[in-house]
Nanobody, 122 residues
Framework: QVQLVESGGRLVQAGGSLRLSCAAS????????AGWFRQAPGKERVFVAA???????VYADFVKGRFTISRDNAKNTVYLQMNTLKPEDTALYYC????????????????WGQGTQVTVSS
């Protein structure tokens, strides 16, 4: 399994942008799929976006056109570019990884980071 560390979360105004990063260690990250999930207070953890080992992407409907997931295997890092942020995007954002092909369910991933907080003010 890989170890994952997220960064980049902070307070931002509605309409603003953020880029989250997820750095991986202890594994051959280029053979892993990676995903981003988020969890708002009192709510379940939900799928945001995922990218396969070879760059294929999938997004939740509520972020299509606003968020972009990408990866740099040379840096063992996955990114989530978030544009046109809304207050409802406020959540703890988690990075996850699983060999080869991503799923969209929490149970599809077995390596998780500790999360980075994104807060969008209105």
């Amino acid at each position: 399994q890989v170890q994952l560390v997220e960064s980049g979360g902070r307070l931002v105004q509605a309409g603003g942008s953020l880029r989250l990063s997820c750095a991986a260690s202890r594994g051959t990250f280029s053979t892993y799929a990676a995903g981003w999930f988020r969890q708002a207070p009192g709510k379940e953890r939900v799928f945001v976006a995922a990218i396969s080992w070879n760059g294929g992407t999938v997004y939740a409907d509520f972020v299509k056109g606003r968020f972009t997931i990408s990866r740099d295997n040379a840096k063992n890092t996955v990114y989530l570019q978030m544009n046109t942020l809304k207050p409802e995007d406020t959540a703890l954002y988690y990075c996850a990884a699983e060999p080869w092909v991503p799923g969209t369910a929490v149970t599809d991933f077995h390596s998780w980071g500790q999360g980075t907080q994104v807060t969008v003010s209105s």
